[in-house]
């Protein structure tokens, strides 16, 4: 295995690792480790090109540092990439090399599961490295956090946008019935929500539209969705020039990261009067959940805390209409502060 510094950002380090017996391609990204060890899911994505994945590793690991400083939490932020297709590449020699990859790196960075990889993955990297985050439940399956996170962030918006305590009848459109979208789904449907649900892989929509009675759509037509809130819960770059004009919800919060094409969109959502909830604040549930692992951990509590979530988006929100300005630049500025005096956890 070999690796290399070979790129200069605002990030504290960059590495890119290549294994030629394991056929391993990743990228590390340690954007801060002032408040603690940089933590972040490894992405397992077919890439079109290395270029594609650096800006993505980037634009991840910064986003950790926000999220962990905003929700108070004594991690850095950091991301992995690992360049091939999950479904065809990957194996536990290729996950193994992985983790001797992370380990090389003394713990400045502590990988968790992410698009492409698993709990179940993390248990075989920690065979080789204790730099490693993820319990699986009694059913195998990651703790429900991240989805919990978001619906209290839908909550928070709901509350915020509509004036409703409740979600009796509220409209919500979920883009992406993964293990986040589609346990939000369920969720959202217990709470009374009405559902209008799409993904790309078909025999999931009519799997999940029939369990919750939600009106399935097609992956092109959820953005253009008459709803009341908008929750991308798939891959990121949702809102841009092209989307936001067409855009019919009246608040988005969901658990896809890095949902803006770029940060001038939450001032371009904000002039359309759409309350947008920064992503990295709604779905700090699984960063929650990193942060209660341990000989006590308790999945109970874990979702428990997620419902600080919905404090902190209506604080961010209420100061965004105050100031004027768009929740993602109060949310930054949050962060910042927090970075700047490296405030450690406070409870």
């Known amino acids: 295995m070999s690796s290399s510094l070979a790129y200069r950002t605002d990030h504290e380090q960059v590495t890119f690792f290549h294994d030629q017996p394991t056929g391993l391609r990743a990228i590390v990204a340690i954007h801060s480790t002032v408040r603690g060890p940089a933590v972040g899911g490894c ?23 926000y ?74 399956e990651p703790c429900p956090a991240t989805a919990w996170g978001v619906f209290h962030g839908i909550r928070a918006v709901v509350r915020h946008s509509l ?49 919750v009675h939600a009106e399935p759509v097609a992956p092109g037509d959820i953005l253009r969705a008459d709803v009341d809130v908008l929750a991308p819960c798939a891959m990121g770059d949702v809102f841009n020039d092209e989307t936001i004009p067409t855009l019919r919800c009246r608040a988005i919060a969901g658990g896809a990261n890095n949902q803006l094409g770029a940060a001038r969109h939450a001032d371009a959502l904000r002039k359309r009067g759409i309350v947008y909830a920064p992503d ?45 300005t768009s929740p993602l630049a109060v949310a930054d500025a949050i962060a910042e502060a927090r970075m700047r005096t490296g405030r450690g956890f406070d409870g």
């Open 163 to 211: 004036g409703r305590a409740d979600l009796q009848g509220v409209r919500v459109a979920v883009q992406g019935l993964g293990s986040v979208g589609g346990r939000l789904a369920r969720i959202l449907s217990d709470a009374g929500a009405e559902l209008v649900v799409t993904d790309l892989r078909r025999d999931l929509v009519e799997r999940v539209a029939d369990e």
């Open 67 to 140: 999220k962990s400083a905003v929700m108070e939490l004594p991690f850095g932020g950091g991301k992995s990439v690992i360049l091939g297709d999950p479904l065809r590449d990957k194996s536990d020699a290729l996950l193994h090399a992985m983790g001797r990859a992370v380990d090389s790196l003394g713990g400045r960075y502590v990988m968790a599961d992410d698009v492409g990889t698993t709990v179940r993955d993390m248990d075989l990297v920690r065979e080789v490295t204790a730099h490693a985050a993820g319990v699986a439940g009694a059913d195998g």
């Open 43 to 65: 992405r397992m994505y077919p890439y079109v090109s290395t270029s594609d994945a650096l800006r993505d590793v980037l634009r991840l690991a910064r986003a950790m540092s």
């Open 280 to 324: 990295y604040v709604v779905n700090a549930g699984g960063l929650i959940d990193v942060a209660h692992e341990g000989p006590s951990y308790n999945p109970a509590a874990v979702v428990s805390a997620c419902a600080r979530i919905y404090d902190t988006v209506l604080d961010i929100l209420g100061e965004a209409d105050r100031a004027g």
